[in-house]
């Protein structure tokens, strides 16, 4: 019902900054929530940011507030991930989500590798 794309990705040096973009299509409509998620070799996958399409609230993770933010266009279904200052500890894939409010995330993107080298 969601299809989602990530883009922007990349190789980055230590300090540097990226922005990551999701676009969504499909049925948009029942979409609530998007969130940004990321996942380390040998690590679980972890919420990085999340913001209500309908209410704007914001939620981040402790290791990256300050540094990252997350925005949103609701007219072009996409959200953004504008990433500052970034660490080799930052390394990961990351992966756009989308949920419905009281249900868990349910629709996924294929992922983009963000690398940072020090």
Same mark, same amino acid.
């Given at each position: 019902? +969601? ?11 230590? @300090? @540097? ?24 070799? @040998? ?20 290791? +990256?507030? @300050? ?11 996409? +959200? ?39």
């Amino acid at each position: 019902q +969601v299809q989602l794309v990530e883009s922007g990705g990349g190789l980055v040096q230590a @300090g @540097g900054s990226l922005r990551l973009s999701c676009a969504a299509s499909g049925r948009t409509e029942t979409i609530d929530l998007m969130g940004w998620f990321r996942q380390a070799p @040998g690590k679980e996958r972890e919420l990085v940011a999340g913001i209500y399409s309908t209410f704007g609230n914001i939620d981040y993770a402790d290791s +990256v507030k @300050g540094r990252f933010a997350i925005s949103r266009d609701n007219a072009k279904n996409t +959200v953004y991930l504008q990433m500052n200052s970034l660490n080799p500890e930052d390394t990961a894939v990351y992966y756009c989500a989308t949920a419905r409010l009281g249900r868990q995330y349910e629709y996924w993107g294929q992922g983009t590798q963000v690398t940072v080298s020090s």
